[in-house]
């Protein structure tokens, strides 16, 4: 009994400390960079297939 509590506990403490990291502004930053760079090759593609 004790055991399924500590494991259950510590697995919410882990998802916690997951949305914790997510939340964070420097996982923002990262996610902003990431999008940019993603629209970025789209349009850049784009623009490409559009020449040929």
Do not use: Q
């Amino acid at each position: 009994m004790l055991l399924k509590m500590t494991a259950v506990i510590g697995a919410v403490y882990i998802l916690y400390i997951l949305e914790f990291i997510s939340a964070s502004p420097i996982c923002r930053k990262k996610n902003k960079a990431t999008k940019v760079v993603e629209t970025f090759a789209v349009s850049h593609n784009a623009w490409s297939d559009g020449e040929t």
